[in-house]
């Protein structure tokens, strides 16, 4: 969560000159905002929204796809993964306070150490799931996206 992966991705998908798809953004395209999801309907039924999102955007052919940070609960999710270059973005609980200042994040709602604790429960996920790793504490985004194509660019 908040670690940079829509910015960085939409830059490392456009110097790729391939398409790049955030799941978040196709869940509210077809289903409305996720804050009114959870309100409304739980986490429950968003984590299945959000399963058939990736579904659907890990059968494309190639593209950046961002997946939102809870995406690796599913066991399903992961499975497809593990057949995907997976890039972990990571951040700190102090970017993510700065970042998330003003936004409205459904599991953020108990306040900043509810990041923390998420982001320590899913970590090992994002660990066994990655090709590699990025921090995306402190440095620019362009130097970020810009080290990933080349890592992307020296695997093929």
Do not use: C
């Amino acid at each position: 969560m908040a670690s940079g992966k829509s910015k960085i991705g939409r830059r490392v998908a456009r110097t790729l000159r391939i398409p790049f798809i955030d799941t978040d953004t196709d869940i509210v395209a077809a289903h409305g905002p996720i804050t009114e999801i959870f309100a409304s309907a739980g986490e429950e039924h968003f984590r299945t929204l959000e399963r058939a999102a990736v579904a659907a955007a890990l059968h494309r052919h190639r593209a950046v796809i961002s997946l939102g940070g809870g995406a690796v609960l599913d066991p399903a999710t992961r499975a497809d993964l593990r057949q995907a270059t997976v890039i972990s973005l990571s951040t700190t609980a102090e970017a993510v306070r700065n970042r998330t200042k003003n936004a409205k994040r459904p599991l953020l709602a108990a306040g900043p150490d509810a990041w923390q604790r998420i982001y320590d429960e899913r970590r090992p996920l994002y660990e066994a799931l990655a090709s590699i790793h990025f921090d995306t504490s402190t440095r620019p985004v362009d130097a970020i996206a810009a080290d990933i194509v080349k890592w992307v660019r020296e695997q093929s």
